[in-house]
Protein backbone atom coordinates (compact mmCIF):
# COMPACT_ATOMS: atom_id res chain seq x y z
CA UNK A 1 0.00 0.00 0.00
CA UNK A 2 1.34 3.77 -1.15
CA UNK A 3 -0.62 6.84 0.50
CA UNK A 4 0.37 9.58 -1.61
CA UNK A 5 0.23 13.12 -1.07
CA UNK A 6 0.32 16.38 -3.48
CA UNK A 7 -0.60 19.81 -2.88
CA UNK A 8 -1.53 21.88 -5.35
CA UNK A 9 -3.53 25.41 -6.60
CA UNK A 10 -5.45 25.60 -9.62
CA UNK A 11 -2.96 27.58 -11.53
CA UNK A 12 -0.53 23.99 -11.04
CA UNK A 13 -3.57 21.61 -10.79
CA UNK A 14 -2.86 20.23 -14.91
CA UNK A 15 0.64 20.06 -13.66
CA UNK A 16 0.14 18.52 -10.45
CA UNK A 17 -2.24 16.35 -12.85
CA UNK A 18 0.35 15.17 -14.99
CA UNK A 19 2.46 13.79 -12.12
CA UNK A 20 -0.48 11.91 -10.97
CA UNK A 21 -0.83 10.17 -13.91
CA UNK A 22 2.38 9.13 -14.64
CA UNK A 23 2.00 7.80 -10.72
CA UNK A 24 -0.91 5.75 -11.50
CA UNK A 25 0.14 4.65 -15.21
CA UNK A 26 3.39 2.94 -13.85
CA UNK A 27 2.05 1.64 -10.32
CA UNK A 28 -0.45 -0.87 -11.26
CA UNK A 29 1.24 -3.58 -9.91
CA UNK A 30 0.81 -1.80 -6.16
CA UNK A 31 -2.43 -3.31 -4.78
CA UNK A 32 -3.60 -0.31 -2.91
CA UNK A 33 -2.69 3.39 -3.65
CA UNK A 34 -4.55 6.25 -1.79
CA UNK A 35 -3.94 9.52 -2.94
CA UNK A 36 -4.36 12.64 -0.88
CA UNK A 37 -4.72 15.97 -2.35
CA UNK A 38 -4.65 19.57 -0.67
CA UNK A 39 -6.63 22.21 -2.33
CA UNK A 40 -6.33 25.48 -2.75
CA UNK A 41 -8.71 27.00 -4.49
CA UNK A 42 -8.71 24.16 -7.33
CA UNK A 43 -11.80 24.52 -9.73
CA UNK A 44 -14.61 22.37 -10.02
CA UNK A 45 -13.41 21.26 -13.24
CA UNK A 46 -10.13 20.67 -12.34
CA UNK A 47 -10.70 18.14 -9.30
CA UNK A 48 -13.71 16.09 -11.49
CA UNK A 49 -10.59 15.86 -13.92
CA UNK A 50 -8.25 14.32 -10.80
CA UNK A 51 -11.12 12.56 -9.42
CA UNK A 52 -11.07 11.06 -13.58
CA UNK A 53 -7.52 9.61 -13.42
CA UNK A 54 -8.24 8.27 -10.03
CA UNK A 55 -11.06 6.08 -10.92
CA UNK A 56 -9.51 5.24 -14.25
CA UNK A 57 -6.91 3.06 -12.47
CA UNK A 58 -9.49 2.32 -9.40
CA UNK A 59 -7.47 4.10 -6.45
CA UNK A 60 -9.03 6.34 -3.88
CA UNK A 61 -8.88 10.17 -3.84
CA UNK A 62 -9.27 12.32 -1.12
CA UNK A 63 -9.51 16.08 -1.61
CA UNK A 64 -8.32 18.29 1.55
CA UNK A 65 -9.45 21.69 2.29
CA UNK A 66 -7.19 24.10 3.14
CA UNK A 67 -8.45 27.19 4.56
CA UNK A 68 -8.13 26.85 8.32
CA UNK A 69 -4.41 25.67 7.01
CA UNK A 70 -4.10 29.38 5.59
CA UNK A 71 -5.78 31.53 8.42
CA UNK A 72 -2.81 30.01 10.92
CA UNK A 73 0.02 30.70 8.54
CA UNK A 74 -1.49 34.14 7.95
CA UNK A 75 -1.89 34.07 11.97
CA UNK A 76 1.74 32.98 12.83
CA UNK A 77 3.43 35.90 10.58
CA UNK A 78 4.14 33.60 7.55
CA UNK A 79 5.64 34.60 4.33
CA UNK A 80 3.96 33.64 1.46
CA UNK A 81 6.27 31.36 -1.27
CA UNK A 82 5.99 32.84 -4.62
CA UNK A 83 2.46 34.83 -3.86
CA UNK A 84 0.81 31.55 -2.21
CA UNK A 85 0.67 29.21 0.95
CA UNK A 86 0.71 26.11 -1.22
CA UNK A 87 4.12 24.96 -0.07
CA UNK A 88 3.79 24.88 3.46
CA UNK A 89 0.51 22.86 3.61
CA UNK A 90 1.97 19.04 3.80
CA UNK A 91 3.48 20.76 7.42
CA UNK A 92 0.62 21.57 8.32
CA UNK A 93 -1.60 18.75 7.16
CA UNK A 94 0.32 15.64 7.79
CA UNK A 95 -0.99 14.69 11.13
CA UNK A 96 -4.23 15.22 10.44
CA UNK A 97 -4.82 12.68 7.52
CA UNK A 98 -6.54 9.51 8.23
CA UNK A 99 -3.91 6.70 7.19
CA UNK A 100 -3.78 2.73 7.59
CA UNK A 101 -0.54 3.05 8.19
CA UNK A 102 2.50 5.94 9.35
CA UNK A 103 4.04 6.34 5.51
CA UNK A 104 3.04 8.88 3.80
CA UNK A 105 5.00 9.56 0.94
CA UNK A 106 4.60 13.71 0.03
CA UNK A 107 5.63 14.49 -3.60
CA UNK A 108 5.76 18.19 -5.43
CA UNK A 109 3.95 18.37 -8.71
CA UNK A 110 6.86 19.04 -10.63
CA UNK A 111 7.82 15.18 -10.84
CA UNK A 112 7.08 12.71 -13.13
CA UNK A 113 7.24 9.03 -12.47
CA UNK A 114 8.40 6.36 -14.69
CA UNK A 115 8.63 3.19 -12.92
CA UNK A 116 7.26 1.29 -9.89
CA UNK A 117 7.06 3.09 -6.43
CA UNK A 118 6.81 -0.65 -4.99
CA UNK A 119 9.59 -1.01 -3.08
CA UNK A 120 9.12 2.51 -0.95
CA UNK A 121 5.69 0.27 0.58
CA UNK A 122 8.49 -1.67 2.62
CA UNK A 123 11.22 1.56 3.28
CA UNK A 124 12.05 1.35 6.82
CA UNK A 125 11.17 4.61 8.73
CA UNK A 126 11.98 3.58 11.92
CA UNK A 127 13.26 6.26 14.42
CA UNK A 128 13.37 8.45 11.33
CA UNK A 129 10.53 11.61 10.84
CA UNK A 130 11.41 11.10 7.48
CA UNK A 131 13.23 9.96 4.33
CA UNK A 132 14.88 12.55 1.56
CA UNK A 133 17.27 12.53 -1.02
CA UNK A 134 20.51 15.11 -0.79
CA UNK A 135 19.79 18.45 -2.49
CA UNK A 136 21.73 20.21 -5.26
CA UNK A 137 21.72 23.22 -4.81
CA UNK A 138 24.50 25.85 -3.53
CA UNK A 139 26.40 24.31 -0.38
CA UNK A 140 27.08 27.86 0.51
CA UNK A 141 23.41 28.34 0.54
CA UNK A 142 23.35 26.94 4.22
CA UNK A 143 25.23 29.91 5.89
CA UNK A 144 22.00 31.81 4.79
CA UNK A 145 19.76 29.72 7.22
CA UNK A 146 22.28 28.62 10.12
CA UNK A 147 22.69 25.15 8.75
CA UNK A 148 26.49 23.77 9.02
CA UNK A 149 28.26 23.62 5.53
CA UNK A 150 29.38 20.29 6.51
CA UNK A 151 25.78 18.82 7.59
CA UNK A 152 23.73 16.93 4.66
CA UNK A 153 20.69 19.33 3.18
CA UNK A 154 17.88 17.20 2.16
CA UNK A 155 15.75 17.84 -0.89
CA UNK A 156 11.82 18.43 0.19
CA UNK A 157 10.07 18.00 -2.57
CA UNK A 158 9.96 14.28 -2.63
CA UNK A 159 9.55 12.72 0.80
CA UNK A 160 8.63 9.46 2.65
CA UNK A 161 7.05 10.79 6.04
CA UNK A 162 6.90 8.71 9.33
CA UNK A 163 3.34 10.05 10.30
CA UNK A 164 3.77 8.56 13.23
CA UNK A 165 7.15 9.80 15.03
CA UNK A 166 5.78 13.25 13.09
CA UNK A 167 3.12 13.03 15.71
CA UNK A 168 4.68 11.20 18.44
CA UNK A 169 7.26 13.94 18.32
CA UNK A 170 4.78 17.20 17.85
CA UNK A 171 6.34 18.02 14.34
CA UNK A 172 4.07 20.56 13.58
CA UNK A 173 4.33 22.61 16.73
CA UNK A 174 8.33 22.28 16.69
CA UNK A 175 7.38 24.16 13.14
CA UNK A 176 4.95 26.67 14.35
CA UNK A 177 7.01 27.49 17.67
CA UNK A 178 9.84 28.20 15.07
CA UNK A 179 7.75 30.18 12.48
CA UNK A 180 6.32 32.39 15.72
CA UNK A 181 9.69 32.82 18.02
CA UNK A 182 12.56 32.61 15.86
CA UNK A 183 12.22 33.03 12.06
CA UNK A 184 8.84 33.53 9.89
CA UNK A 185 10.19 33.24 6.39
CA UNK A 186 12.09 31.05 4.45
CA UNK A 187 13.12 31.39 0.45
CA UNK A 188 12.57 27.85 0.25
CA UNK A 189 10.32 27.88 2.40
CA UNK A 190 9.24 24.10 4.01
CA UNK A 191 12.43 22.64 2.84
CA UNK A 192 14.75 25.25 4.67
CA UNK A 193 12.63 24.39 7.78
CA UNK A 194 12.64 21.01 7.66
CA UNK A 195 16.44 21.20 7.33
CA UNK A 196 16.83 23.93 10.07
CA UNK A 197 14.97 21.59 12.52
CA UNK A 198 15.03 17.67 11.86
CA UNK A 199 18.08 17.61 9.71
CA UNK A 200 19.43 15.07 11.93
CA UNK A 201 16.32 12.81 11.76
CA UNK A 202 15.85 12.66 7.85
CA UNK A 203 16.83 9.17 6.62
CA UNK A 204 18.82 9.11 3.25
CA UNK A 205 16.80 7.57 0.12
CA UNK A 206 18.21 6.41 -3.14
CA UNK A 207 18.21 9.51 -5.84
CA UNK A 208 16.96 7.30 -8.14
CA UNK A 209 13.59 8.50 -6.39
CA UNK A 210 13.91 12.45 -6.88
CA UNK A 211 16.43 12.26 -10.05
CA UNK A 212 17.37 16.44 -10.35
CA UNK A 213 16.87 17.71 -13.93
CA UNK A 214 19.95 19.63 -13.52
CA UNK A 215 22.24 16.59 -14.04
CA UNK A 216 20.62 17.09 -17.60
CA UNK A 217 21.24 20.79 -18.26
CA UNK A 218 24.61 21.12 -16.83
CA UNK A 219 25.67 17.58 -16.54
CA UNK A 220 26.82 15.55 -13.39
CA UNK A 221 30.10 16.71 -12.65
CA UNK A 222 29.55 20.43 -13.70
CA UNK A 223 26.51 20.79 -11.28
CA UNK A 224 28.78 19.22 -8.42
CA UNK A 225 31.42 21.52 -9.02
CA UNK A 226 28.86 24.56 -9.39
CA UNK A 227 27.28 24.14 -6.49
CA UNK A 228 30.45 23.10 -4.11
CA UNK A 229 29.03 19.87 -2.89
CA UNK A 230 31.92 17.40 -1.43
CA UNK A 231 31.29 13.69 -1.17
CA UNK A 232 31.21 14.70 2.59
CA UNK A 233 28.17 16.52 2.27
CA UNK A 234 26.25 15.36 -1.52
CA UNK A 235 26.33 12.03 -3.65
CA UNK A 236 29.48 11.35 -5.74
CA UNK A 237 29.86 11.76 -9.58
CA UNK A 238 29.75 7.63 -9.74
CA UNK A 239 26.68 7.53 -7.46
CA UNK A 240 24.63 9.76 -9.44
CA UNK A 241 25.84 8.53 -12.98
CA UNK A 242 24.41 4.84 -11.48
CA UNK A 243 20.97 6.30 -10.20
CA UNK A 244 20.50 8.13 -13.98
CA UNK A 245 20.89 4.21 -15.42
CA UNK A 246 17.67 3.36 -13.11
CA UNK A 247 15.78 6.72 -12.21
CA UNK A 248 12.22 5.87 -11.56
CA UNK A 249 11.19 9.61 -10.33
CA UNK A 250 11.98 12.92 -12.50
CA UNK A 251 11.95 16.22 -10.69
CA UNK A 252 11.98 18.75 -13.44
CA UNK A 253 13.74 21.88 -11.56
CA UNK A 254 13.55 25.54 -13.21
CA UNK A 255 16.96 26.11 -14.82
CA UNK A 256 17.48 28.70 -18.34
CA UNK A 257 15.76 26.23 -20.00
CA UNK A 258 12.37 26.87 -18.24
CA UNK A 259 9.96 24.00 -17.17
CA UNK A 260 8.13 21.45 -19.28
CA UNK A 261 4.73 22.84 -19.36
CA UNK A 262 5.73 26.39 -20.46
CA UNK A 263 5.94 27.51 -23.76
CA UNK A 264 9.35 27.78 -25.98
CA UNK A 265 10.92 25.90 -23.02
CA UNK A 266 14.05 23.83 -23.59
CA UNK A 267 13.58 21.34 -21.02
CA UNK A 268 15.32 18.15 -20.81
CA UNK A 269 12.03 16.17 -19.93
CA UNK A 270 9.83 18.33 -21.85
CA UNK A 271 8.85 15.46 -24.26
CA UNK A 272 8.14 12.96 -21.29
CA UNK A 273 6.08 15.79 -19.77
CA UNK A 274 4.08 15.77 -22.96
CA UNK A 275 3.76 12.35 -23.41
CA UNK A 276 1.51 11.48 -19.80
CA UNK A 277 0.36 15.05 -20.35
CA UNK A 278 -1.44 13.52 -23.39
CA UNK A 279 -2.43 10.45 -21.00
CA UNK A 280 -4.08 12.57 -18.80
CA UNK A 281 -7.31 14.24 -18.84
CA UNK A 282 -5.33 17.63 -19.11
CA UNK A 283 -4.70 16.64 -22.53
CA UNK A 284 -5.71 20.15 -24.28
CA UNK A 285 -3.71 22.07 -21.88
CA UNK A 286 -2.22 25.37 -23.07
CA UNK A 287 1.36 25.42 -21.78
CA UNK A 288 2.24 28.51 -19.89
CA UNK A 289 3.61 32.20 -21.14
CA UNK A 290 6.35 32.35 -18.14
CA UNK A 291 7.42 36.03 -17.91
CA UNK A 292 10.94 36.39 -18.55
CA UNK A 293 13.55 38.63 -16.55
CA UNK A 294 16.33 40.30 -19.31
CA UNK A 295 18.92 38.60 -16.95
CA UNK A 296 17.27 35.37 -17.41
CA UNK A 297 17.46 36.14 -20.84
CA UNK A 298 20.79 36.67 -21.21
CA UNK A 299 21.85 33.57 -18.49
CA UNK A 300 20.00 31.70 -21.33
CA UNK A 301 21.57 33.46 -24.07
CA UNK A 302 24.76 32.70 -22.20
CA UNK A 303 24.17 29.04 -21.36
CA UNK A 304 23.35 28.44 -25.20
CA UNK A 305 26.25 29.97 -26.49
CA UNK A 306 29.25 29.48 -23.95
CA UNK A 307 31.35 26.55 -23.51
CA UNK A 308 29.72 24.77 -20.66
CA UNK A 309 32.80 24.89 -18.50
CA UNK A 310 32.83 29.23 -18.65
CA UNK A 311 28.90 29.08 -18.29
CA UNK A 312 28.91 27.12 -15.39
CA UNK A 313 31.00 30.01 -13.64
CA UNK A 314 29.04 32.71 -14.66
CA UNK A 315 25.97 30.59 -13.41
CA UNK A 316 27.72 30.04 -10.02
CA UNK A 317 27.80 33.72 -9.21
CA UNK A 318 24.65 34.50 -10.70
CA UNK A 319 22.94 31.90 -8.60
CA UNK A 320 24.41 32.65 -5.31
CA UNK A 321 23.61 36.66 -5.87
CA UNK A 322 19.63 35.46 -6.24
CA UNK A 323 19.65 33.07 -3.60
CA UNK A 324 21.58 35.74 -1.12
CA UNK A 325 18.90 38.35 -2.50
CA UNK A 326 15.65 36.16 -2.35
CA UNK A 327 16.92 34.79 1.86
CA UNK A 328 17.23 39.04 2.67
CA UNK A 329 13.98 39.19 0.67
CA UNK A 330 11.92 36.91 2.99
CA UNK A 331 13.92 37.56 6.49
CA UNK A 332 12.80 41.41 6.60
CA UNK A 333 10.61 41.86 9.65
Known sequence: MLNVLYQSNDAYAAITGVSLTSLLVNNTNIDEINI???????????IDRFFEICNQFC??????????????????GVKPFKNTYTTYFKLMAIDQIDLNNSVLFAIDGDTIITKSLED???FNLDGYVMAATYDCTMNSYKKLIDVPLDDYFYNCGVLLINQKVWIEEECKQQIIDHLLYKRSGYYTADQDILNVLFRNRIKYLDLKYNFNSGFFI??????????GLTKNVYNTVEEVENAQKDIHLYHCMGAMTGRPWENNNIHPQNKLFDEYLNKSPWSGYNKMNA????IFLFQRYLYLTLPRSIYIQIHKIFQYLYLSKMNRNVNKT
Not at 36 to 44: A, E, M, R, S, V
Not at 291 to 294: A, D
Open 218 to 227: YGIQNSINMY
Open 36 to 46: YLLNDGITTAN
Open 291 to 294: KRSK
Open 59 to 76: RRLTVIDTEKIIEALILY
Open 120 to 122: LCS
